[in-house]
């Protein structure tokens, strides 16, 4: 049971560039969501997804775009990459049912 | 969103009990007191959660308070392996996955 995976663990991109997060998660979870976790702060809610066909809006959405086809994945997309983007990314899911939520590793995005 | 207060950060001595308090004065009825921790360069891990009633598991216990106000997660026996950041977060109800972090309380375990 591998739990929540995320993809690339590492990342260095240019300003203006654009790339997707993957994460997917093998719970059959209905929850997901998108977390950043910028330098000696907590982790800040960017978009999350109720379900595969719906997502909405969290804290901290304006750069990011996702999409959830499937329940088993949850891609972030950045549209046009800027140094304020540099962070730790962090998904996670959760059943409605059990109320534990499962982090994945998290990716780490420098962008230059 | 109901906040939390929690101290920036706290110090324990390998093998001895560490209580680690969390303020809620705006908490409602239908919150749950949720505790997770990050361990250096992971994501958030799972400790423990409750509602009314102290909680105890194979991790830590929850000390909550009579009028829900605060509570108090506490490490029976501190290791090396407890060194984290500790958040502690309120969810409205069991089905609301939305969680708010704050800046959590940073343990220093010492050997």
């Known amino acids: 049971n591998a739990g929540v995976t995320q993809t690339p663990k590492f990342q260095v991109l240019k300003t203006g560039q654009s790339m997707t997060l993957q994460c997917a998660q093998d719970?059959?979870?209905?929850?997901m969501s998108w977390y950043r976790q910028d330098p000696g702060m907590g982790l800040r809610l960017i978009h999350y997804?109720?379900?595969?066909?719906?997502?909405d809006q969290g804290e901290v959405p304006n750069g990011y775009n996702v999409s959830r086809s499937t329940t088993e994945d949850f891609p972030l997309r950045l549209l046009s990459a800027a140094p304020s983007q540099t962070s730790v990314y962090f998904c996670a899911s959760s059943s409605f049912r059990g109320g534990t939520t499962f982090f994945g590793q998290g990716t780490r995005l420098t962008v230059v | 969103d109901a906040k939390t207060t929690q101290p920036n950060s706290m110090e324990s001595n390998e093998e001895e009990p560490v209580h680690l308090p969390c303020n809620h004065s705006?908490?409602?009825?239908?919150?749950?007191i949720h505790w997770y921790r990050q361990l250096p360069s992971q994501g958030p891990e799972y400790v423990i959660h409750g509602l009314t009633s102290n909680v105890n598991n194979r991790m830590a216990s929850l000390a909550i308070a009579e009028d829900r106000k605060s509570s108090t997660l506490i490490l029976h026996r501190a290791t090396l392996r407890d060194a984290a950041v500790y958040y502690c977060?309120?969810?409205?109800?069991?089905?609301?996955?939305?969680?708010?972090f704050g800046a959590g309380t940073r343990l220093t375990v010492k050997p």
């Open positions: 705006t908490i409602s009825g239908t919150d749950y």
């Open positions: 977060i309120l969810r409205v109800g069991l089905n609301n996955n939305d969680m708010r």
């Open positions: 719970m059959n979870h209905e929850y």
């Open positions: 997804s109720v379900g595969a066909g719906i997502t």
